[in-house]
């Protein structure tokens, strides 16, 4: 086996793995920090830090039986990642309000690869399941939600009261786009932009919900930061093209949110192919992305969706592809949404 193939390998079997108490895999859960192999070397890095003794002790030990799989001559070490150095710590009080179950945060690296597309959609595609889903716009450069799902306003605001937030397709949901006219340029500063995700936190009238979904400006910015100073989400998901240049960019998230201590749940490859609506035929659009070398990255694609003008459309009209019965796009929102809501283990009621 060379490196890569030692390295996938070791991937494979750390997959198997299942987290104590629970059917997910310590993969699933964003607890596999790096897999680094040189000469017959593999060491597995874990991301343990955060849990009690025991259980770190028993993931290791987990690990290190998985890993025994591997050729005899292989030399395996597993062992707790650094620790989030000091300044990425989280001090401020949490402003999670106490009715939210989890917290997704929507990243990517690049802008209009789809992530409020998928943000949209995928809060859609909850709610339509029965999760009692938010979805909190904090994409300040961009705020498209409220045109995405057909809300111009938000509800009045009782005196002094706290901010209700607008409601459409069972998806209760914030924008700065409420806030800021279009045509009024506001230049978001680092702090600004602190207090503005803090408020849409604490401010607004989120009641109880399973998840709360956070599209993100993309980047790896303050407001990524100021998301997890604040509400500490569950897990992130990345959104890319299947293209190089996306990709590099989502490598770059991943690693951001890695150093946050944010577990990624895996990442969404947006418009990669198109179905012929007359014969069914599919034809990629971006030469294929080999699924092993992001698994190497430590990262799992949940869903591959196709180019789907409903999808524009709906974001246009304010009719998410969602909530359409026919497109295609819906059924892959739809799938994606079932293994988000497994890998975050949202509560079902
Ligand atoms: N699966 C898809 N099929 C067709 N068009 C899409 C799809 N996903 C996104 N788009 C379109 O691509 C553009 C960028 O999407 P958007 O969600 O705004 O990206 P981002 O939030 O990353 O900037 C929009 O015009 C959107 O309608
Ligand atoms: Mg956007």
Request: with cysteine.
């Amino acid at each position: 086996m060379n490196e890569q193939e030692l390295r996938r390998a070791a991937w494979n079997s750390l997959k198997s793995v299942p987290y104590p108490g629970e059917e997910r895999s310590i993969v699933a859960l964003g607890l596999v920090e790096r897999i680094d192999v040189e000469d017959r070397r593999v060491t597995v890095r874990l991301r343990v830090g955060h849990l009690p003794a025991e259980v770190q002790e028993e993931v290791i030990q987990r690990a290190q039986q998985a890993l025994a799989a591997l050729p005899d001559d292989i030399i395996v070490r597993v062992e707790p990642a650094p620790p989030t150095p000091p300044a990425q710590r989280v001090t401020t009080e949490s402003a999670r309000p106490p009715g939210v179950a989890r917290v997704l945060a929507v990243g990517s690296g690049k802008g209009g690869v789809g992530k409020s597309s998928v943000a949209v959609n995928l809060a859609v595609a909850l709610a339509q399941r029965g999760y009692r889903v938010g979805l909190l716009d904090a994409d300040v450069y961009g705020p498209n939600t409220p045109r995405m799902l057909g809300v111009a306003e938000l509800p009045p605001r009782r005196q002094r009261g706290r901010i209700p937030p607008a409601e459409a397709y069972g998806v209760r949901f914030i924008s700065v786009g409420f806030m800021v006219k279009p045509d009024q340029a506001v230049v978001w500063r680092g702090p600004m932009t602190d207090k503005l995700v803090r408020q849409f936190l604490a401010d607004v009238e989120w009641g109880e919900l399973d998840l709360l979904v956070v599209d993100l400006p993309p980047g790896t910015g303050d407001v990524a930061i100021a998301l997890t100073r604040h509400a500490r989400p569950d897990g992130a998901l990345l959104v890319t093209t299947p293209q190089a240049v996306a990709w590099d960019d989502v490598l770059k998230a991943a690693a951001m949110f890695r150093r946050l201590g944010v577990p990624v749940v895996g990442y969404v490859e947006n418009m990669a192919y198109f179905e012929c609506p007359n014969c069914g035929a599919r034809t990629d659009l971006f030469p294929r992305r080999p699924e092993a070398e992001a698994q190497e990255e430590g990262l799992e694609c949940l869903a591959r969706l196709p180019f789907d003008p409903a999808v524009v459309r709906g974001s246009d009209e304010g009719k998410p592809a969602a909530a359409d019965p026919t497109s295609p796009a819906g059924q892959a929102f739809r799938e994606l949404a079932e293994r988000v809501a497994e890998r975050l283990g949202v509560p079902r009621f």
